[in-house]
């Protein structure tokens, strides 16, 4: 992906955010004010706030992600001949003064601590762990592969793969490792659904 499309097509999706939407909203109803249209602002402010106010209620943002999330069960038990575990990239914010678990974020924390779950229960697997540094001066992938390390896995295990931008370069990106070996992908429950078809759409069948 060329990476002027690759930065609009992260710019869009940070807009199409829940707070994103709220802020919009916001700097609308900052607008019409300016403009001297008391009525629009008061409309745009009150929508916003009800906005925010909705989407950080708990119980409405987990019936939203409920369809997403229920569709792939997590995994309690794991055929043996399975050889990688695939550990899709998050986020993080390198900082030398703050321990590695405060470095990783959240997702990215969960999702590393199910597959390094996953591969102590597999007897010869890989941990392939992925994600280029984007501003950040660090790779995602050497974060986590740091941070797995820490958490006790051997480095002869671990796959580190810093070129990925996203999941379909992810996707593409293992493909070459895999070579046709059956394997489990692992990633926020409500991202699986994507991420599968972008798998599948690369011959992947986890």
Same mark, same amino acid.
Not at 34 to 60: D, R
Not at 65 to 85: C, G, M, T, W
Not at 173 to 185: A, E, R, T
């Given at each position: +992906?060329?990476?002027?499309?690759?930065?609009?097509?992260?710019?869009?999706? +940070?807009?199409?955010?829940? $707070?994103?939407?709220?802020?919009?909203?916001? $700097?609308?109803? @900052?607008?019409?004010?300016?403009?001297?249209?008391?009525?629009?602002?008061?409309?745009?402010?009150?929508?916003? %706030? $009800?906005?925010?106010?909705? +989407?950080?209620?708990?119980?409405?943002?987990?019936?939203?992600?409920?369809?997403?999330?229920?569709?792939?069960?997590?995994?309690?038990?794991?055929?043996?001949?399975?050889?990688?575990?695939?550990?899709?990239?998050?986020?993080?914010?390198?900082? &030398?003064?703050?321990?590695?678990?405060?470095?990783?974020?959240?997702?990215?924390?969960?999702?590393?601590?199910?597959?390094?779950?996953?591969?102590?229960?597999?007897?010869?697997?890989?941990?392939?762990?992925?994600?280029?540094?984007?501003?950040?001066?660090?790779?995602?992938?050497?974060?986590?592969?740091?941070?797995? $390390? %820490?958490?006790?896995?051997?480095?002869?295990?671990?796959?580190?793969?810093?070129?990925?931008?996203?999941?379909?370069? &992810?996707? @593409?990106?293992?493909?070459?490792?895999?070579?046709?070996?059956?394997?489990?992908?692992?990633?926020?429950?409500?991202?699986?659904?994507?991420?599968?078809?972008?798998?599948?759409?690369?011959?992947?069948?986890?």
């Amino acid at each position: +992906m060329a990476p002027i499309l690759f930065i609009l097509k992260k710019i869009i999706s +940070m807009l199409l955010m829940p $707070l994103s939407i709220g802020l919009i909203l916001i $700097l609308i109803a @900052i607008y019409f004010l300016y403009k001297k249209n008391l009525k629009m602002s008061k409309i745009f402010m009150i929508s916003s %706030l $009800l906005w925010i106010a909705v +989407m950080s209620y708990t119980p409405f943002s987990e019936l939203l992600l409920s369809p997403l999330e229920s569709q792939y069960p997590a995994l309690q038990e794991f055929p043996k001949d399975i050889r990688y575990v695939i550990v899709l990239g998050a986020g993080h914010t390198t900082n &030398e003064e703050l321990p590695m678990t405060s470095q990783m974020g959240r997702p990215a924390m969960f999702r590393l601590a199910e597959g390094i779950r996953i591969l102590r229960q597999l007897d010869d697997a890989k941990l392939i762990v992925c994600g280029y540094s984007g501003l950040d001066p660090t790779p995602h992938a050497l974060m986590q592969k740091k941070m797995a $390390l %820490l958490l006790g896995v051997r480095e002869e295990q671990i796959i580190a793969r810093y070129a990925p931008k996203d999941t379909r370069e &992810e996707a @593409i990106d293992v493909k070459s490792i895999l070579n046709n070996q059956d394997f489990i992908l692992v990633t926020s429950a409500s991202h699986m659904p994507r991420a599968m078809e972008i798998f599948n759409g690369e011959g992947l069948y986890p």
